[in-house]
């Protein structure tokens, strides 16, 4: 279970290890986000590559093998949007930990100055089997690698 039963359960005194939590989560978000980026450009990039090489050597062959490591990157993203969404629950539960301690403008001054937060997503998981399933159903990505894919099956029977 993701975050541990153990974060949540401070005290009233504990409100400097909850701010520097959040502040630890919020960095780990945006480099979370930072993965992300450089997974799906390598991603583009492997596909640009194969692709060209296979029509250059009008290999089709080549092209259909190009389908298993644009499948691999596309589960590397998803583990890695897996623990965005994870961390993006906890501070959530941050936010309302720090806000029901009556610290509402200190809270109010950090949620300004880090932005990055999904307030308005209500369905985040807590579980990492649930957060995997939502990052690897994500219709962006799902959309991006299945229009690659079907590029690299059009491309191996155009060359045939």
């Not at 401070?10 to 980026?37: H, M, P, R, T, V």
């Not at 691999?72 to 998803?78: A, I, P, Q, T, W």
Request: net charge positive; glycine share 4%; hydrophobic share 50%.
């Amino acid at each position: 279970m993701f975050p541990p039963d153990w974060i949540m359960t401070g005290e009233d005194g504990d409100a400097n290890f909850f701010i520097s939590l959040y502040q630890c989560d919020i960095f780990q978000l945006q480099k979370q986000l930072s993965n992300l980026l450089l997974v799906r450009g390598w991603a583009i990039t492997l596909f640009s590559a194969i692709l060209g090489f296979a029509i250059a050597e009008k290999n089709s062959l080549l092209s259909l093998m190009g389908i298993f490591p644009i499948f691999f990157l596309y589960l590397l993203e998803s583990v890695y949007d897996k623990y965005r969404l994870l961390y993006s629950t906890r501070i959530r539960d941050i936010e309302k930990k720090i806000f029901n301690k009556k610290l509402k403008t200190f809270a109010k001054n950090l949620a300004d100055n880090y932005p990055i937060v999904d307030r308005d997503n209500k369905n985040l998981p807590y579980n990492e089997r649930e957060a995997f399933m939502k990052a690897l159903l994500l219709p962006s990505r799902v959309i991006l690698y299945f229009i690659l894919l079907f590029l690299l099956v059009v491309a191996s029977f155009w060359m045939n």
